[in-house]
């Protein structure tokens, strides 16, 4: 799997940034629940090119759409304590596709800090 990071806006500059692989390691055991799939704020945004010099090319949209249609849809999305999403956007784009309400979840009781803070994701090691 690619190397992975989730990104929020930082308060000072560019954005805090949290290592996908370790919100998998920390979100284990946590107890699954469902959520709607139209309660996650997120599909309604630019999300995967939102801050970053990426334009939506029809390439890079294409890309995306292979992810979808590969994702291992048996693992739950992630989302922070506020339930803002933190891993799982191919996940619930498939579960849009296929007319699915609802998607299982993982929440955070209290969102772990970010790997990186006030970065861009140019600046990560991937």
Avoid: N
């Amino acid at each position: 799997m690619r190397k992975q990071y989730h990104f929020w806006p930082a308060v000072e500059r560019g954005f805090d940034a949290w290592d996908v692989d370790r919100l998998i390691v920390l979100s284990r055991g946590l107890p699954m629940e469902r959520v709607a799939v139209d309660a996650i704020s997120e599909i309604d945004t630019a999300y995967w090119f939102e801050g970053s010099d990426e334009v939506a090319t029809v390439r890079k949209v294409v890309e995306h759409a292979r992810l979808i249609s590969e994702v291992d849809i048996s693992f739950p999305i992630i989302l922070g304590q506020d339930g803002r999403l933190m891993d799982g956007m191919h996940r619930i784009a498939r579960a849009l596709l296929e007319g699915r309400a609802q998607i299982d979840a993982v929440r955070f009781v209290v969102t772990p800090a970010p790997d990186y803070r006030s970065c861009f994701p140019s600046e990560l090691p991937y």
